[in-house]
C-alpha cells in the first residue's frame, strides 16, 4: 500500500483498495482451508481503546493470533492518552517497542496526531469522524455476495455519522452508487461533503442525499443502518428515537427494494430500534457475514501496513 497508516479511506487510492480486497479474499479462503500463515511472526500490534468493542477488538487480537503475531490491550486507564503522557511521546516510544498501532477513541484528531507522529503504521479503528475498517469490510462483503461492484445501489438509513461517511467516500471512490437517507439535522454534514468533493471530483454522480427512505431503498441491491444512538449520546437517546421515527428497515421498507435486495448492520443493533428482529434475523440479512469479515480485511490489512 502506498499510505503509511490507514486513518481515513480518503487517504487510499484505487489500486491499493483493489488489493487489499484481493488478498482479503485470498487470506479468507486460505483459513477456511485451514492453511497457515505466519507472515507476521515476531510482529506486535499495540491496541489503544479509549472506546471498548467486542468485534474491533476480537478480530484484531484474532487476526495478530492467526498469522503469528501477538497483540496487547492498552486502555484509557493504561495510558490516560494526552493527558498523563502527550500524543507525540506515547508515538515515538510505542513505536521503538512495537510494530503497528490500532486505536480506538473518540476524537478524531488524536488519530491524525499519532500517526502524524508515529514512525510505524496506526490503523484507525473508529473515531468520531470516520470507521475506515467498517467501510471496506463493508464493500468487500457486498463485492463477495454480488460478485461485483459495477451498478450496484446501496441505501443507507439513518444517521449521517461516522460509519456513514466511510461508506460514502468508499463508495464515490469505488464509483458505486450510495443514497444516503437521514432525518433533518442528522444528514452528512456540509463539511464533510466539501472533503469529499476535494478528493472525489465526480462524487455526485455516486453519493445522493435524501430524507424519505422509501425513496433510498427504490431499486437498492443493500440497504445498511446503524445505530441511532452511538456511544457517548446516551443522553440524546430518547430525543433521537422521535426523529429517527420513520427510519427504520423493517419488513414494509425492505418491500420497496429489490426482490433479493441484502439487508446489512455495522453492530451493535439496538433490535426493535433502527432494525426489526424479523429483518436482522431474515432472509436477507448478511450482518453475520459482514461481521466476520472485519477479520479478514483487518489480516489483509495488517500483512500489507506491517509487511511493507
Same mark, same amino acid.
Given at each position: 500500500m502506498k499510505c503509511k497508516d490507514l486513518v481515513s479511506v480518503a487517504d487510499l487510492e484505487r489500486e491499493d483498495i483493489d488489493k487489499l480486497f484481493a488478498l482479503t479474499a485470498e487470506m479468507k479462503e486460505s483459513c477456511k482451508r485451514g492453511d497457515t500463515d505466519l507472515c507476521l511472526a515476531g510482529k506486535t500490534l499495540g491496541m489503544i481503546f479509549e472506546k471498548s468493542s467486542m468485534r474491533t477488538r476480537v478480530s484484531f487480537e484474532v487476526a495478530m493470533t492467526q498469522m503469528g503475531g501477538h497483540a496487547i490491550y492498552l486502555t484509557k486507564h493504561d495510558i490516560n492518552l494526552g493527558e498523563r503522557e502527550s500524543i507525540k511521546d506515547v508515538s515515538k516510544v510505542l513505536s521503538r517497542f512495537i510494530d503497528c498501532i490500532a486505536i480506538r477513541t473518540y476524537d478524531h484528531k488524536t488519530v !491524525?496526531? @499519532?500517526?502524524? /507522529?508515529s514512525s510505524i503504521p496506526v490503523i484507525n479503528a473508529l473515531s468520531d469522524y470516520t470507521h475506515p475498517c467498517q467501510a471496506l469490510t463493508d464493500l468487500f462483503t457486498v463485492k463477495e455476495k454480488l460478485g461485483t461492484l459495477d451498478d450496484i445501489k446501496i441505501a443507507y438509513v439513518g444517521d449521517g455519522n461516522n460509519v +456513514?461517511?466511510? @461508506?460514502?467516500? %468508499? /463508495? +464515490?471512490? %469505488?464509483? $458505486? !452508487? /450510495? $443514497?444516503?437517507a437521514s432525518p433533518e439535522n442528522y444528514e452528512l454534514s456540509t463539511e464533510f461533503l466539501d472533503e469529499l468533493e476535494r478528493r472525489v471530483k465526480d462524487k455526485d454522480s455516486f453519493i445522493k442525499l435524501t430524507s424519505d427512505p422509501k425513496e433510498a431503498v427504490k431499486d437498492a441491491d443493500v440497504i445498511y443502518t446503524d445505530t441511532w444512538i452511538s456511544m457517548g449520546e446516551e443522553e440524546e437517546a430518547e430525543t433521537r428515537r422521535k426523529d429517527f421515527n420513520g427510519f427504520q428497515v423493517n419488513s414494509e421498507l425492505t418491500s420497496h427494494a429489490k426482490k433479493g435486495v441484502f439487508v446489512m448492520h455495522c453492530l451493535p443493533a439496538h433490535r426493535g430500534e433502527e432494525i426489526t428482529d424479523e429483518v436482522m434475523d431474515g432472509e436477507h440479512s448478511i450482518v453475520y457475514d459482514q461481521a466476520e469479515n472485519r477479520l479478514h480485511v483487518q489480516k489483509a490489512l495488517l500483512k500489507l501496513l506491517i509487511n511493507r
Open positions: !491524525t496526531e @499519532l500517526a502524524d /507522529c +456513514a461517511r466511510s @461508506l460514502a467516500f %468508499l /463508495c +464515490a471512490k %469505488l464509483k $458505486v !452508487t /450510495c $443514497v444516503v
